[in-house]
């Protein structure tokens, strides 16, 4: 069974930077993507940043192009995403996905993800 454990939360105010962490666990596919999504209460969940462990292809939302980045260590089962220039906008819960068969037009959408972490809070105050 999947597992995913998310760390590096919390509050910065704006134009800092945050980690966030993820570590995988239990997922026994060897090329997957995952990645990360956010949500703000009462808002759908938004694609941030998914990179494809086969081949290391990332894709990013529109929204943190320049600012985000994703990366992953895989002798750690671990995967990053270092945020930059960090805006009020930013504040959501955060939460690591991983999934085998993603449609390539959908990256950045949460149907085809089939392992999410319990999510993790990102305040960014002005």
């Known amino acids: 069974q999947v597992q995913l454990v998310e760390s590096g939360g919390g509050s910065a105010q704006s134009g800092g930077s945050l980690r966030l962490s993820c570590v995988v666990s239990g997922y026994t596919w060897s090329n997957y993507y995952m990645g990360w999504f956010r949500q703000v209460q009462g808002k759908e969940r938004e694609g941030v940043a998914i990179?494809?462990?086969?081949?290391?292809?990332?894709y990013y939302a529109d929204s943190v192009k320049g600012r985000f980045t994703i990366s992953q260590d895989n002798a750690k089962n671990t995967m990053y995403l270092q945020m930059n220039s960090l805006k009020p906008e930013d504040t959501a819960t955060y939460y690591c996905?991983?999934?085998?068969?993603?449609?390539?037009?959908?990256?950045?959408?949460?149907?085809?993800?089939?392992?999410w972490g319990q999510g993790t809070q990102v305040t960014v105050s002005s």
């Open positions: 996905v991983v999934g085998k068969y993603v449609r390539s037009d959908e990256v950045l959408r949460p149907d085809d993800y089939d392992g």
């Open positions: 990179i494809y462990t086969g081949g290391g292809r990332t």
